[in-house]
């Protein structure tokens, strides 16, 4: 499957770090509103790929930005492209195979 951009690719990633079944050592701050905002995205399977719901749709939905969940997000995909550049670090992310000029 693909991703119809790189936000959905990005949020699909912390979907996957999150999932104890692909063994990513991820650490979170036991903060209900970043649990709350990584649980917030809905996302539907289009033609294109993977699409991830429109922030302004998730604004609309919860009442608030999901600031936090960004926040976490976008950190992740900062440790991929490190990873990217360097090789993996962790065995879960060995297993993908990384273009470091994809980006």
């Not at 995909?77 to 490190?82: A, F, L, Y």
């Amino acid at each position: 499957m693909g991703f119809i951009n790189k936000r959905a690719e990005w949020w699909w990633r912390m979907r996957e770090a999150l999932d104890p079944a692909h063994g990513v050592a991820i650490a979170l701050p036991p903060d209900t509103k970043l649990r709350a905002d990584l649980c917030a995205p809905r996302w539907r399977l289009s033609a294109r790929g993977i699409q991830i719901e429109a922030k302004e749709e998730i604004i609309a939905r919860i009442g608030r930005s999901p600031d936090r969940g960004d926040a976490a997000t976008y950190a992740l995909c900062d440790e991929i492209v490190v990873q990217r550049a360097w090789g993996a670090a962790s065995p879960a992310m060995a297993e993908t195979q990384y273009d470091p000029y994809e980006w």
